[in-house]
């Protein structure tokens, strides 16, 4: 039987992406969004792969969700934690209800997202956890206090599950992005945007895809022996 992948935010943008090539390699791949239907329903038809809505920083809603992809897919070896908001601003602007939301839907929502699923893997011995940190939570950026704090978490999470799973069979890493052309960043400002791909040396935006197969090396067999790694796919904007 195919593995069963879970991929949070995995109906838009790098998550898409990612849930049509663990499909294209042969898992039964459930894709989870926040509230979007149009999106959803758009990409299940396009893609065939099943989608669920629920609010990752809501750990009862993980829970119940993991429990409906079981239900309907089976047993979940591999959960990508991929969903993610930016709320930017300068730190003397930032408002506590920013800051509140990322560290909700971003960190938090990590947690939300395996812990359910953490009990299983290690039941059956096999699991695959991959989180979508990002370069800024590296290196750190202007206006995102919020979310750089969250991708360094992401990064202090899998090297401690890690840890806590490679005896039974777990892994889990972390894939750094760099800037990649989804709408989170076609939203920011075209002048903004041409400065940020100035600062990349490969003189472009990443495309999606390319973390998806980043993606999909590591939830593959033969990634077995990569474990609290962080791969970095940035253009050489930074050396993390
Ligand atoms: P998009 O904004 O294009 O897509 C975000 C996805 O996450 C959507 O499917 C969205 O669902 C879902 N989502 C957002 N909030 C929640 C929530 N509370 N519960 C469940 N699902 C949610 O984002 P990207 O594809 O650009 O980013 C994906 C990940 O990659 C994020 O973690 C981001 O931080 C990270 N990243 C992105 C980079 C980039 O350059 N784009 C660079 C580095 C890291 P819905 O469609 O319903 O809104």
Redesign the pocket.
Known sequence: MARVALV????????AAISKALKAAGYAVAA?????DD??NAFKAETGIPVYK????DYEECKAGAAQVEADLGPIDIVVA????TRDAPFHKMTPEQWRQVID??LT?VFNTVHPVWPGMRERKFGRVVV?????GQKGQFAQVNYAAT?AGDIGIVRSLAQEGARAGITANAVC????A????MAVPEKVRESIIAQIPAGRLGE?EEIARCVAFLVSDDAGFINGSTISANGAQFFG
Not at 8 to 15: A, K, P
Not at 177 to 180: E, V
Not at 182 to 185: C, K, L, Q, S, Y
């Open positions: 949070t935010g995995g109906s838009r943008g790098i998550g989870n969004y926040a509230g979007n999106a959803a629920w609010n990752v920083a991929n969903a993610g908001i839907t971003n929502g979508i940190s990002s370069v800024n991708k992005p760099g800037y990649i989804t709408e989170m960043v999606p």
